[in-house]
């Protein structure tokens, strides 16, 4: 069973704090995307990483695939109350797509 | 709006009944997914579609649960004589292709079981 873990679990933090969210495995994943997912809807792509220290920037976002492509952050810089939300990653293994979905860390975001 | 488009968002049942859930993929994607998602976990993977052929289905997929993608296009979710450990979001997802490729989900379909 291929399993992702992330941590924190919960973060509560200020308006303009900086964070990071870790997601590991001791797997190895060929692509591992990040969701962003709100109280009774579906998950929304952020990011998909494919090469092994990749480090894609999405604005205050930044996201980074391990060297060894069994981990992943996301960083988030001066946090606004709209980040706020189930943040999860998910790795795929083979060439159909599936997903293994982490965990997952609920941020909260306060003025 | 072209995304995956899922019907209906909420439903309450009585333990015992049946329910089906609908799923429309984003146009032209030939793969299509169903996950079940219980609160405070993530999604777990239960079956998958390329075009109309169900090529893996995860073993959370009791024989209660029954998908189907007749045409290659939209798909349905069965369950029957549903229990209350059923309740959960059922999330459907769809991508483009061959080999790995992103995979964009739905709103999903809230289900709860009394």
């Known amino acids: 069973t291929q399993l992702l873990e992330q941590s924190p679990q919960f973060l509560s933090i200020q308006e303009g704090e900086n964070l990071t969210v870790y997601c590991n495995s001791s797997?190895?994943?060929?692509?591992l995307q990040w969701y962003r997912q709100e109280p009774g809807e579906g998950p929304v792509l952020l990011v998909t990483?494919?090469?092994?220290?990749e480090v894609k920037k999405l604005k205050r976002l930044t996201f980074q695939f391990g060297d060894a492509r069994k981990d992943s952050s996301l960083h988030i810089t001066a946090a606004q109350p709209g980040d706020t939300g189930l943040y999860l990653c998910?790795?795929?293994?083979?060439?159909?797509?599936?997903?293994?979905f982490g965990t997952g860390t609920r941020l909260q975001v306060t003025l | 709006d072209t995304g995956v488009s899922q019907d209906p968002r909420h439903k309450i049942t009585k333990r015992g009944q049946n329910v089906t859930f609908r799923c429309d993929p984003i146009?032209?994607?030939?793969?299509l997914y169903w996950y079940r998602q219980t609160l405070g976990q993530g999604p777990e993977f239960l079956t998958y579609?390329?075009?109309?052929?169900?090529?893996?289905k995860s073993r959370l997929l009791s024989n209660r649960f029954s998908a189907e993608r007749p045409k290659g296009s939209f798909s349905t979710l069965e369950i029957q004589r549903t229990e209350q450990g059923d309740s959960a979001m059922y999330l459907c997802?769809?991508?483009f292709g061959q080999g790995w490729n992103t995979i964009y989900f739905g709103e999903g379909s809230w289900l709860t079981v009394v």
């Open positions: 797997s190895v994943f060929s692509s």
């Open positions: 997802a769809s991508s």
């Open positions: 990483v494919v090469t092994g220290g």
């Open positions: 998910a790795g795929n293994t083979g060439t159909a797509s599936k997903l293994t």
């Open positions: 146009s032209e994607h030939n793969r």
């Open positions: 579609f390329q075009n109309e052929a169900q090529l893996e």
